[in-house]
Each structure stands twice: as C-alpha cells, then as structure tokens.
C-alpha cells in the first residue's frame, strides 16, 4: 500500500531524445508527487512536482503526466542533454509529508 | 538563501559506537525529515520534526532517534551502530505550511560502520 513501483531500473538515451521514467502507486491517499534528480556524491534535488488534480504539468525540458485513474504518473525529459544524466526518484507523500520513494531510474544520455 | 547543511560529510566509526549527525534547515524552515538511503534499500523515511516534535516515524528501530531545536536545527543519533547502519543519511527540510509540501535535501553525511 506504502509501495511506490519505478521503472525502468536504468535508461540509455541518445542525446537529443526524450527519456521517459514510470511510476505507480497503490495508495489513493497519496495526493504530492515529486521527482527528485540525484547526482554522485550530492543530494537529492527536487526536479517537478504534481497534484493529483492536475494531469499534466511542464517545467522547462521536464514534464510529469498523471493518471489518476490508473495511479501512474511519468517523468518526461525532452531533448535530453549529457548533464542530464544521473539517477532520478520518483516519490509520493500524504498530508504526514513523509515521502515514499522509488527504487530511482540510472539515466545516462549518450553525446 | 543557503541551502540545507549538514555535518559532519563523511564519518567513519566502529560497531557498537554511536554517533550524531546535524542538519541546518533553510532559513525559516520548520520541519525537519531525516531519510537513509542505501543501495539496496533506497531512500527510507526515518522521521520528521516539527517545532521540537517528532511528528512521524519511520520503520526503524530505537537504536536511531532524533531532536530539533528551537532555532529548527535537528540532530539525528544512531547508537549501537551496526555493520547494516553504513548510508548516506540525508536531511530534508520544508516549510511545512499546510499548501507546502516540497522538501530539500542537503548534501547528506556518509557514514562507514567497520
């Protein structure tokens, strides 16, 4: 129920293209959906987030699709760059404001 | 603003020993969230602190536990350290206004148990 499923594990680009990452989500009472970016060595930094009450959201290159529905929700990246490459979190949170996180995707954006 | 702090960057202890971590929210900040993130774990919810209350509690045993003060600062401390306790132990830190829900995350201290 607490589970959030991210796929794929690792991702393989080439640059210029669109690199898509996947989540899914049991519990209905999630209503926060971030994406964080991690890089070596650093911390985790918030990317783009989304409410359920809207299905879409765009910020720059990135972009979060929601489907209620089917309790998904995907991070698109457009004309995916070689500093893009670094490993991506989706997650989801309650009104507790703790964050379940995916497992992270392994983005990495051949030149 | 500055971001999130923590100290110290890196610890290298032993088991059985205890250690405490420190984290400086952002600047009128109030919450405070702790995560473990491991390899083969992830990222893992530890607890949060709110105005020197714990608020939440992860899945994690007594060994670990947490204090905030009242200028926001939060200290987290793990005694009895285990071989399994080795992670990067990350900081978040949040507004936490009822419409604010986004939390960021320091640099985090990496933590070696041999």
């Known amino acids: 129920q607490q589970q959030v499923k991210q796929s794929p594990q690792s991702l393989i680009v080439q640059k210029g293209g669109i690199s898509i990452i996947n989540c899914a989500y049991e519990?209905?009472?999630?209503?926060?959906f971030p994406w964080y970016q991690q890089f070596p060595g650093k911390g985790p930094a918030l990317l783009i987030a989304?409410?359920?009450?809207?299905s879409e959201k765009k910020e720059g290159r990135f972009t979060i699709s929601f489907n209620k529905s089917a309790k998904q929700f995907s991070l698109h990246i457009m004309d995916s760059q070689p500093g893009d490459s670094a490993t991506y979190f989706c997650?989801?949170?309650?009104?507790?404001?703790?964050?379940?996180f995916g497992q992270g995707t392994r983005l990495t954006i051949n030149p | 603003k500055a971001g999130v702090t923590q100290t110290p960057r890196y610890l290298i202890k032993t088991r059985g020993q205890q250690v405490t971590l420190s984290c400086s929210p952002i600047?009128?900040?109030?919450?405070v969230s702790w995560y473990q993130q491991t390899p083969g774990q992830g990222l893992q919810f530890l607890f949060e602190?709110?105005?020197?209350?714990?608020?939440n509690k992860g899945n994690f045993p007594g060994r670990f536990s947490g204090r905030q003060f009242s200028n926001s600062r939060s200290e987290m401390n793990v005694s009895t350290l285990e071989l399994g306790d080795s992670a990067l132990y990350l900081c978040?830190?949040?507004?936490?206004?009822?419409?604010?829900?986004?939390?960021?995350f320091g640099p985090g201290t990496r933590l070696t148990v041999t």
């Open positions: 519990n209905t009472a999630f209503d926060y």
């Open positions: 997650a989801a949170s309650m009104v507790s404001r703790k964050l379940v």
């Open positions: 978040a830190s949040s507004l936490a206004a009822l419409e604010s829900h986004e939390q960021y």
């Open positions: 989304i409410r359920p009450d809207v």
């Open positions: 602190y709110f105005s020197e209350t714990q608020r």
């Open positions: 600047s009128g900040h109030r919450s």
